[in-house]
């Protein structure tokens, strides 16, 4: 069965590094996501990217995310300089359509920002 | 906004008990709802979903209603097992794409 996946499935990183988490989505979907969820909270929206754009984006995701389809099969999120706060995991997702479609999430990548 | 408030975890239980795991949203106009779950280690997989009020998501021997009358989409199970150990996160989306979540629930069934 197809799936999304994640990697690295944990990032360490000092406060002001930029990182890339990577994600490929499952190759038939048309529609890409970002989510977060800091320990202990809810699982947050961030992105989402669609006919190679931003379709909706979240307050969350400032001037410091950007995302990035480089290649036809990575979705990439980019954190430019990092903060404390950002220490969380990123889920990636793909589906094929808008609303009711199931949306397909990889494993995460636990980031943590020393 | 649109929010999903759902039930503190964490829940144990004992092999073959009754689950409830109880999920309210906000919301304006007729948002789809779903149960996430998240096993060791994997990502969220979609557990059930339901689209309009009294709909009924079953899967697995989980099921959840829509209610649109006390905004709630309860998950329950009659018999949990051992594998059904997980987090367990109700969630909705409204025309938009994007998911909001609930905090998620952890559960733990011992033999």
């Known amino acids: 069965e197809p799936e999304v996946t994640q990697t690295p499935s944990h990032q360490v990183t000092q406060m002001g590094q930029e990182v890339i988490l990577r994600c490929v989505p499952i190759?038939?979907?048309?529609?890409f996501y970002w989510y977060r969820q800091i320990l202990g909270q809810k699982v947050e929206f961030l992105v989402s990217?669609?006919?190679?754009?931003?379709?909706?984006k979240s307050e969350i995701f400032d001037d410091q995310f950007s995302v990035e389809r480089p290649d036809g099969s990575n979705f990439t999120l980019k954190i430019r300089s990092t903060k404390l706060e950002d220490s969380a995991m990123y889920f990636c997702?793909?589906?094929?359509?808008?609303?009711?479609?199931?949306?397909?999430f990889g494993p995460g990548t636990r980031l943590t920002v020393t | 906004g649109d929010s999903v408030t759902q039930m503190e975890g964490p829940v144990t239980l004992s092999e073959e008990a009754f689950l409830t795991i109880n999920c309210t949203y906000t919301?304006?106009?007729?948002?789809?709802l779903f149960w996430y779950v998240q096993y060791p280690g994997e990502g969220l997989q979609l557990l059930l979903k339901?689209?309009?009020?009294?709909d009924k998501g079953s899967n697995k021997g989980f099921e959840a209603t829509y209610r649109k009358e006390t905004t709630s989409f309860h998950l329950e199970k009659g018999s949990v097992q051992v594998s059904d150990s997980a987090v367990y996160f109700c969630?909705?989306?409204?025309?938009?794409?994007?998911?909001?979540f609930g905090t998620g629930t952890r559960l733990t069934v011992i033999p």
């Open positions: 919301a304006t106009g007729y948002p789809s």
């Open positions: 339901a689209t309009k009020a009294d």
């Open positions: 190759s038939n979907h048309l529609y």
């Open positions: 990217f669609y006919n190679n754009e931003i379709s909706e």
């Open positions: 997702a793909s589906t094929r359509g808008r609303a009711a479609y199931e949306q397909y």
């Open positions: 969630a909705l989306t409204r025309g938009a794409n994007n998911l909001f």
